[in-house]
């Protein structure tokens, strides 16, 4: 799990919610924030955030963002690059989070692992589950998941404790893991070219 959440950090993101008038989900437990806003509650624009964290966050349009020199996307969604973030990333309707301090010592295969986790939660809605199998399935499907990433993703994962919308890492390990197996067993094909058209999403949209 996220190690604390300091006072300083939890009262300006408190400030910069209130200001949004949004329900933040994060307690002392939070290892990502998510956005779970309801219907009528889009979240704030990118810009909005990006003035409430400061001058520290910095956005990287859609079709920029490399991670160790892999070209990234997540459809047309724009991140933002905020070393500050109390988690390695997160998610709002529209754009993602990336904290660059945070993954920088991370494996590559982990840190699309993260982001690609963040992306899910375009597709898929608030659900961690579905977003970690969105990541496993695209790590598969786009060719930058093998064997060694999936148990460099559950090192990591394992070490992170639950909280009331996330299973404890090791279930979360052993429910990617299965997938991971079973899309290699199926044979899931690797496409050269990622297209990420945004027509399934079933979660918020912008
Ligand atoms: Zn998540």
């Given at each position: ?185 199926n044979g899931t094909q690797t496409t050269s070219s990622p297209v990420d058209s945004g027509a399934h999403t079933l979660g918020p949209t912008r």
């Open positions: 799990m996220l190690e604390s959440w300091t006072i300083h950090r939890a009262t300006r993101v408190g400030a910069l919610a209130f200001a949004l008038g949004i329900a933040l989900p994060f307690g002392a437990h939070a290892q990502e924030w998510v956005f779970r806003g309801g219907p009528g509650n889009p979240g704030p624009s990118i810009d909005a955030y990006v003035n409430q964290v400061g001058p520290e966050a910095s956005i990287v349009p859609h079709g920029s963002l490399q991670i160790d020199g892999k070209s990234v996307n997540c459809g047309k969604r724009p991140t933002v690059l905020n070393p500050a973030f109390d988690s390695w990333g997160g998610a709002f309707p529209g754009f993602l989070i990336l904290n660059t301090n945070k993954i920088s010592g991370l494996t590559t295969q982990v840190k699309l692992y993260i982001y690609s986790h963040e992306c899910g939660h375009q597709f898929v809605g608030a659900d961690e589950i579905q977003a970690d199998l969105f990541a496993i399935r695209r790590g598969v499907r786009w060719g930058w998941l093998d064997a060694q990433g999936m148990e460099d993703i559950c090192v990591f994962i394992s070490k992170l404790k639950g909280d009331s919308v996330h299973p404890p890492g090791p279930k979360r390990c052993e429910t990617m893991r299965k997938y991971y197996q079973k899309l290699i067993e």
